[in-house]
């Protein structure tokens, strides 16, 4: 049976906003996908909406998939993992992040990172069924893409194509400085 391990910034800090875990103990995969899967596809976005690009083909982002479970606490996110860990099988992988960026927020997220529809259709089934056990009220959802960035430009992801029509041309700015900073921490533009 399947672990999940937590990053130990949640024990040693727990001021951290957003927390990491998955099945892989080390956060092996959760690093590799950083830099082979969400970096060249955010710089992908970045260089089209640079370059004044209206139609943008979206590459991964299509194919990248997240599970959200909002939750009241901390706790009831770790509450949840461990649920989850207890149904877990070998053919489901877990990996992402829960916390908020937001201090104001009342609730907590958890975003699992799915690679594909099967795996995002059997996660979404499992979070269902085990997060009635942790809070009746948790609300379980799935999307595509990074909402932070591509869900203000393109809109509906359930509207989305290959190549997709920028929606929102006055987002493309500040969409462009958010990428800046997360990619090269660029504070000052």
């Known amino acids: 049976m399947p672990r999940i391990y937590i990053d130990k910034r949640y024990f040693n800090d727990k001021k951290a906003k957003w927390v990491s875990f998955e099945d892989t103990?080390?956060?092996?995969?959760?690093?590799?996908?950083?830099?082979?899967?969400?970096?060249?596809?955010?710089?992908?976005?970045?260089?089209?909406?640079?370059?004044?690009?209206?139609?943008?083909?979206?590459?991964?982002?299509?194919?990248?998939?997240?599970?959200?479970?909002?939750?009241d606490s901390m706790e009831e996110c770790i509450d949840l993992l461990s649920e989850l860990e207890k149904l877990l099988n070998d053919d489901i992988k877990v990996k992402g992040r829960f916390g908020s960026v937001d201090d104001i927020k009342t609730t907590k997220v958890i975003v699992f990172n799915v690679s594909g529809e099967a795996q995002r259709k059997k996660l979404y089934e499992i979070l269902q069924d085990c997060s009635k056990r942790i809070n009746p009220r948790a609300e379980i959802t799935y999307h595509r893409g990074c909402v932070e960035l591509y869900h203000e430009i393109f809109g509906d992801w359930r509207t989305w194509k290959q190549?997709?029509?920028?929606?929102?041309?006055?987002?493309?700015?500040?969409?462009?400085?958010?990428?800046r900073k997360v990619l090269f921490w660029d504070k000052a533009t």
């Open 25 to 71: 103990q080390g956060l092996k995969e959760t690093k590799k996908d950083i830099y082979g899967k969400c970096v060249p596809c955010i710089t992908n976005l970045y260089e089209q909406l640079k370059d004044g690009k209206t139609n943008v083909d979206l590459g991964a982002a299509l194919k990248c998939w997240k599970v959200v479970a909002v939750l």
């Open 163 to 179: 190549t997709a029509v920028i929606q929102k041309p006055e987002a493309i700015q500040p969409i462009i400085q958010r990428i």
